[in-house]
C-alpha cells in the first residue's frame, strides 16, 4: 500500500490550494481516505475523512467547516482536499491517510488508520 500527497505550496491568506492523495497497491475504493495535519510543535490533528464503498460518510474538523471539501475519485485511486479562505493557522504539514475496516464513528482518530502519505507542506503567509 502506497499513498503519495501532493498539492500544496504557498499562499496568501484568503487563497486556496487542492490537494491530493494517489492510492496504490490496494482497492482504494474499499479504504476510507482522511486528511490530517501537524503544525510545528503540535500533534497531528484530524481535518476531514470520507468513507469508502458502500457507506457515504463525511466528516470535517469544525475548524475547517464551510471552507474545506473532502472528495474522491475511485476511478483515478485518487482523494482530494480542496482548501478555500485559507488562514495563517492552517499552516501546516498535510498527510492523507488510508484504512480499510476504519468505522464511521472513528474517522477522525488518527490511530486507526494504518496507511499515510509522506505530508506536503501547505504554507499560508502574506
Known amino acids: 500500500v502506497q499513498l503519495q500527497a501532493s498539492g500544496g505550496g504557498l499562499v496568501q491568506p484568503g487563497g486556496s490550494l487542492r490537494l491530493s492523495c494517489t492510492g496504490s497497491?490496494?482497492?482504494?475504493?474499499?479504504?476510507?481516505m482522511g486528511w490530517f495535519r501537524q503544525a510545528p510543535g503540535k500533534e497531528r490533528e484530524f481535518v476531514a475523512a470520507?468513507?469508502?464503498?458502500?457507506?457515504?460518510?463525511?466528516k470535517y474538523a469544525d475548524s475547517v467547516k464551510g471552507r474545506f471539501t473532502i472528495s474522491r475519485d475511485n476511478a483515478k485511486n485518487t482523494a482530494s482536499l480542496q482548501m478555500n479562505s485559507l488562514k495563517p493557522e492552517d499552516t501546516a504539514v498535510y498527510y492523507c491517510?488510508?484504512?480499510?475496516?476504519?468505522?464511521?464513528?472513528?474517522?477522525?482518530?488518527?490511530?486507526?488508520?494504518?496507511?499515510w502519505g509522506q505530508g506536503t507542506q501547505v504554507t499560508v503567509s502574506s
Open positions: 491517510a488510508g484504512d480499510q475496516n476504519l468505522i464511521v464513528g472513528r474517522m477522525a482518530a488518527p490511530t486507526e488508520y494504518d496507511y
Open positions: 497497491g490496494f482497492t482504494f475504493g474499499r479504504y476510507t
Open positions: 470520507i468513507s469508502g464503498w458502500g457507506r457515504s460518510a463525511i
